[in-house]
């Protein structure tokens, strides 16, 4: 693809202020996303994925400080001054959250959450603007969407209201979509739901999508690409439909392999040895070299550059040559 990204992240590093001094959470982040294509960022709890994703609309706590390329469009998203950063956010990118409850105001209706983001930010008068969300929340699956707009996030169940978070985000038009674990709260079957409209809805708009997530067979369903993260790096990344058999970093194939299998009760669960690490606790050379079954002395001593390996962009000493069948063998 030649053109250039809308979104990318080139080694993109975050420190927090953590117990009174300043941490590295995020090292090196390597992303970047074309108009009309999906991304997904997959790893394990507290590798750094939320963080990196929130970064993009600088959400991020009091005191972070954000280093290397972080662009959109071109345009310097750390320089933003606070009006194009409030512009940036109100029509350029919109997110889903994990968990919407956590994101509406209880207190109000419906329909004045989804109103009140076209009303204050684009101008938008409030009898049109409740005409577009209405039908919006037609279109994401919502059934008489007039009364919903009525009602108080209460009294919707976890599926509806992840559907109107959605509809919030379709709203405000973006360019860029950033799905953060939409589907964890919710039972199998509502996941089903919810994540078949985000792609329809995606690719009805052609928006581009940066999607966070733990499961490394649906992010291979929903996106064109994944990339892989592990304690605040990002650590390969490969094409979607060569997932399994293109991964090179053993991390991903580890993670590949720890996936329950499908249609044997009976088999034994794998899983990583060890624990894994957060981005403040990494130590000299590879984060993964603890728990890696391919680990040399130089993974102990020397940090990995990202570089081609097959399919895989991968930042590993020495990555998998093997053939499919045995991903997952040394996990």
């Known amino acids: 693809m030649t053109s250039s990204p809308l979104l990318e992240m080139n080694a993109l590093g975050i420190d927090l202020p953590l117990d009174g001094t300043v941490r590295t959470v995020v090292h090196r982040a390597d992303v970047s996303i074309h108009e009309g294509t999906a991304v997904a960022l997959v790893g394990e709890s507290g590798s750094g994925k939320s963080l990196t994703a929130r970064s993009v609309l600088r959400l991020l706590p009091q005191g972070a400080r954000i280093h290397g390329d972080l662009l959109f469009a071109g345009e310097s998203v750390p320089a933003m001054k606070p009006e194009r950063l409030r512009a940036f956010r109100a029509s350029d990118v919109a997110m889903v959250f994990q968990d919407p409850r956590a994101h509406i105001n209880p207190a109000r209706s419906v329909g004045d959450f989804l109103v009140e983001g076209l009303t204050t930010a684009r101008g938008v008068p409030a009898a049109e603007a409740a005409k577009k969300v209405t039908g919006i ?74 999607f966070i997530t733990h499961d490394l067979e649906l ?84 940090t990995p550059q990202p570089r081609m390996a097959g399919d895989s962009r991968t930042a590993c000493h020495f990555p998998h040559t093997h053939s499919p069948e045995e991903v997952g063998s040394h996990a």
């Open 137 to 210: 929340l037609r279109e994401v699956g919502i059934p008489d969407a007039d009364r919903r707009m009525r009602q108080r996030p209460h009294e919707l169940s976890g599926g509806l209201l992840q559907r109107v978070m959605i509809a919030a985000a379709l709203a405000a038009e973006p360019r860029l979509l950033l799905a953060d674990e939409p589907t964890t709260a919710l039972d199998v079957t509502t996941q089903e739901e919810v994540m078949a409209i985000i792609g329809e809805a995606r690719e009805a708009r052609g928006l581009a999508m940066l």
């Open 219 to 302: 992010a291979a369903a929903v996106c064109d690409r994944v990339v892989v993260m592990y304690a605040g790096s990002t650590v390969e990344e490969v094409p979607a439909g060569r997932l399994r058999s293109g991964a090179a970093h053993p991390y991903t194939r580890a993670l590949l392999a720890s996936r329950p299998p499908v249609g044997d009760p009976h088999a034994p669960l794998r899983s990583i040895k060890g624990w894994p690490l957060s981005g403040f606790e990494v130590p000299e050379g590879c984060a993964f070299s603890e728990r890696c079954p391919r680990v040399q002395d130089p993974c102990h001593s020397d």
